[in-house]
T-cell receptor, first 119, second 114 residues
């Protein structure tokens, strides 16, 4: 398996522009997570989905942030409008939960991340 | 609100030495994860600890969990340079719909010098 795939790897944009980050989870996984990593705040959970349904978006910082998962193999995180304080590395992770799965159940596998710079 | 505290946050040690990283968390949780992150890279799962007294070992790394004390440790034995990385512990903060939302510690930045 190719693992969790994120695109783009790097994004540089200007304040006020719309930014869309993309994620393809591991095939067969039914949960997907979006995290943000900064030096000041560390790793923060933004939102997660189970079976394509948003379960908990309490970590989404503002209404400028939105996330969708239209099907089991694709998710997007959108920031509109972007601000310099949104500059961070955004990680997507996926896991398998529910019946079965053994010890590997619920372990989250992370993508390579998208480094976002908002100027 | 769940708090996860790691210490130390920075650690420089010599090859061949032993050391322990500590992870304290503020509320009960039935599982704890350890991850490794190399500079500029993604996070790699190391261990998942599921019960009180659980101990897992992989090479020079050994992780343990004491749910009563809300404490996990990551012990490094006879450190080698390749273990230089940032190590994170993570605790389940929410569980809904069969998925675990995690709260991560700040990470321990480990440098192992020859």
């Amino acid at each position: 398996d190719a693992g969790v795939i994120q695109s783009p790897r790097h994004e540089v944009t200007e304040m006020g522009q719309e930014v869309t980050l993309r994620c393809k989870p591991i095939s067969g996984h039914n949960s997907l997570f979006w995290y943000r990593q900064t030096m000041m705040r560390g790793l923060e959970l933004l939102i997660y989905f189970n079976n394509n349904v948003p379960i908990d978006d309490s970590g989404m910082p503002e209404d400028r942030f939105s996330a969708k998962m239209p099907n089991a193999s694709f998710s997007t995180l959108k920031i509109q409008p972007s601000e310099p304080r949104d500059s961070a590395v955004y990680f997507c992770a996926s896991s398998f939960g529910g019946l079965g799965g053994g010890i590997a159940k619920n372990i989250q596998y992370f993508g390579a991340g998208t480094r976002l710079s908002v100027l | 609100e769940l708090k996860v505290e790691q210490n130390p946050l920075f650690l420089s040690m010599q090859e061949g030495k032993n050391y322990t990283i500590y992870c304290n968390y503020s509320t009960t949780s039935d599982r704890l994860y350890w991850y490794r992150q190399d500079p500029g890279k993604s996070l790699e799962s190391l261990f998942v600890l599921l019960s009180n007294g659980a101990v897992k070992q992989e090479g020079r790394l050994m992780a343990s969990l004491d749910t009563k004390a809300r404490l996990s440790t990551l012990h490094i034995t006879a450190a080698v340079h390749d273990l230089s990385a940032t190590y994170f512990c993570a605790v389940v903060s929410t569980r809904r719909g069969g998925a675990d939302g995690l709260t991560f510690g700040k990470g321990t930045h480990l440098i192992i010098q020859p």
